[in-house]
């Protein structure tokens, strides 16, 4: 499984982003301190079944301070709104407790375990699925501004 933890320069961290950002499914939001990529929010969409598989990470030194939840939260809704999308599903690895906060706090529910999903480092894990719709209650937040070219104030 490619996984954005192997990503551990600037440069792979730019060419990761690139990817992403040149996928025509895939839609991706920098989070950034001043101008330096911290971490990042992407919704792989499924334009015929209206629905997407969001995923999010934040450097180690940037975590704890919200920012993660913030804009996966402000994603979310955006995506269930003006993105015109009626569900969005996420899954973090059992033993990521904090992946799981971030997922409640974007207003998803846990709908439940996929077992041993994942191979990683050898070792069978399992997965919480949560999902989010659009008729679901719109989580209270504070929302982060959302920029579409880095050019624009």
């Known amino acids: 499984m490619n996984r954005q933890g192997d990503v551990t ?15 025509p499914a895939c839609l ?5 301190d001043g101008t330096h ?3 990042l929010v992407e919704i792989d969409i499924d334009a015929e079944n209206r629905l997407g598989w969001v995923s999010y990470w934040m450097h180690a030194e940037a975590r704890g301070r ?3 939840k913030r804009a996966a939260a402000t994603v979310a809704s955006w995506a269930l709104d003006a993105g015109n999308l009626e569900r969005l599903e996420l899954g973090h690895r059992v033993n990521n407790p904090a ?3 971030v997922a409640r706090a974007a207003g998803f529910i846990k709908e439940g375990c996929e077992r041993q999903k994942f191979l990683i480092d050898g070792q069978r894990v399992d997965v919480d699925t949560y999902g989010r719709l659009r008729s679901d209650p719109v989580p209270q937040f504070e929302p982060v501004r ?3 070219d880095p050019a624009d104030p």
């Open 99 to 101: 992946s799981g906060a």
């Open 66 to 68: 919200g920012w993660t």
């Open 146 to 148: 959302m920029i579409s």
């Open 9 to 23: 320069t600037l440069q792979e961290a730019q060419q990761y982003v690139d990817g992403l950002v040149n996928h």
């Open 37 to 39: 990529l911290v971490g």
């Open 28 to 32: 991706a939001w920098a989070i950034a």
